[in-house]
């Protein structure tokens, strides 16, 4: 009984308080990428009945692609603060200036395997007390602050410290990701030596990786832990992290609620099969391994072709070029009522992504009741409750092309797989369920704010 009415005092606390709540991640919408979009899309709800503001680093693709990021974040900062609205919501984009990009550069070029480790971290400590001192004033008299990893540890380091500075409490988002070192380089060699290749990822400690020194010590100093997926969450709890404080919230498909133009008309693929990717054009999302196996799809089913859809990014443009096919269509960046409109058309999604933390674009495909196909990773294997809504393969060329081939010949195997991903979905990742427990957390956290 006390339970219960525990319970019921704390959603009395609740209540319809609106909170001031402060996100702090490197790039943000309209850049186009996981954190970016996922943010956005809860930022833009949230914002309806709470005051948000939302602290970045980079807003365009342009500037997203000119350097490494780390490097992009201080020298394509502009000189002086950028301000835009997000529905209801304030984005401020971080100036800097001159001096500062010429002291700060060089500290974040020093985070390289190949120095002592002592430099690393001194140059770690400069960066994140300088972002800390930027943040401050802006993260003021903030209910929470909400920092999204996104690749940039100094960022989120110096957000933790202003945070602490000021009692506000800190949730971090550490999207978590897996890699399988030198995969690529295995995989090639294989299809020489004709020895079987098997991705097998693991968790890698890297100065710019996903869980570098830095990441690690937010996550175990962090009020609340936001997870992906259970096995991130089982991940964190394994490491030493209080298993109270991790939550799994994942995110939700973004689809666009209006009509759609029809693709396969625009096209003139009306009785075509179509394969479709749709996610960032790089070669950890499996591009060129999916395009090794369309020769063996064609053996079989010549008609079909393969749409890629994303921003291109690193090296995809000579990726490309290499595979070059009528029936291979790059269309780059594709948003709203176009992507819909993409999922709608596809008769498969293929993306055999090597480094998922969720991977938001495969449950936009389930949504359309899809077949999905992706690479056998933790993630997706969670996601596709063990292979049930989706194919989980071994990423290479005859793998994926197998797999094609055989949802090509028995349509109706992908309807079933399509038909019980979908209803994943609609349990467990719709924007309602995910708002609804965000929102829950950051009232809890504030109910606990320092005075």
């Not at 709890?237 to 759609?260: C, M, R, W, Y």
Request: net charge positive; proline share 6%.
């Amino acid at each position: 009984m006390a339970m219960k009415d525990s319970g019921l005092e704390l959603q009395t606390l609740r209540g319809n308080k609106s909170l001031k709540i402060t996100y702090v991640l490197p790039v943000y919408w309209p850049a186009v990428g996981g954190c970016e979009l996922h943010t956005h899309e809860l930022v833009k709800i949230l914002s309806e009945r709470h005051n948000i503001n939302v602290i970045t680093l980079i807003d365009n693709q342009k500037d997203k692609l000119s350097y490494p990021l780390w490097v992009a974040c201080i020298l394509k900062a502009p000189a002086r603060a950028i301000e835009y609205t997000d529905n209801h919501a304030k984005v401020t984009r971080l100036p800097l200036s001159r001096i500062e990009k010429y002291v700060n550069a060089p500290l974040a070029r020093i985070q390289s395997p190949k120095l002592p480790d002592i430099f690393v971290r001194l140059a770690m400590e400069r960066l994140s007390n300088f972002y800390m001192k930027k943040l401050i004033t802006r993260i003021r008299g903030s209910d929470v602050l909400h920092c999204v990893h996104g690749g940039v540890s100094y960022l989120g380091y110096g957000a933790f410290k202003a945070a602490r500075k000021l009692g506000i409490p800190f949730i971090y988002t550490p999207v978590l990701h897996l890699c399988h070192k030198n995969w690529l380089k295995e995989m090639k060699e294989s299809m020489v030596t004709k020895k079987p290749f098997f991705y097998n990822p693991r968790l890698h400690l890297t100065p710019r990786g996903w869980t570098d020194y830095f990441w690690h010590k937010m996550c175990v100093e962090a009020d609340v832990l936001i997870a992906m997926t259970d096995f991130e969450k089982n991940f964190h709890i394994q490491n030493g992290i209080h298993a109270e404080k991790v939550h799994k919230i994942g995110v939700g498909p973004l689809i666009a609620d209006g009509p759609t133009p029809d693709f396969r008309q625009k096209y003139g693929l009306l009785d075509k099969k179509i394969v479709l990717f749709l996610g960032r054009n790089v070669e950890s999302k499996g591009i060129e391994i999916l395009l090794m196996a369309t020769r063996l799809v064609w053996k079989n089913f010549p008609d079909t072709h393969f749409i890629f859809a994303g921003p291109k990014e690193e090296n995809s443009e000579d990726i490309f070029q290499r595979y070059r096919d009528q029936r291979i269509h790059v269309l780059g960046t594709v948003l709203g009522d176009e992507k819909t409109a993409l999922l709608k058309a596809c008769d498969i999604f293929c993306m055999p992504s090597l480094e998922e933390s969720l991977g938001g674009t495969f449950l936009e495909a389930l949504v359309f009741e899809k077949p999905i196909i992706g690479a056998k990773i933790p993630p997706l294997t969670e996601l596709t409750n063990n292979g049930e809504g989706g194919v989980l393969v071994n990423p290479v060329p005859e793998d994926i092309a197998e797999k094609i081939l055989m949802l090509l010949q028995h349509p109706e195997i992908g309807n079933r797989m399509g038909q019980c991903g979908k209803k994943r979905v609609l349990d467990n990742y719709t924007w309602e369920i995910i708002t609804k427990k965000m929102e829950d957390i950051y009232h809890d956290c504030s109910l606990t704010k320092s005075p």
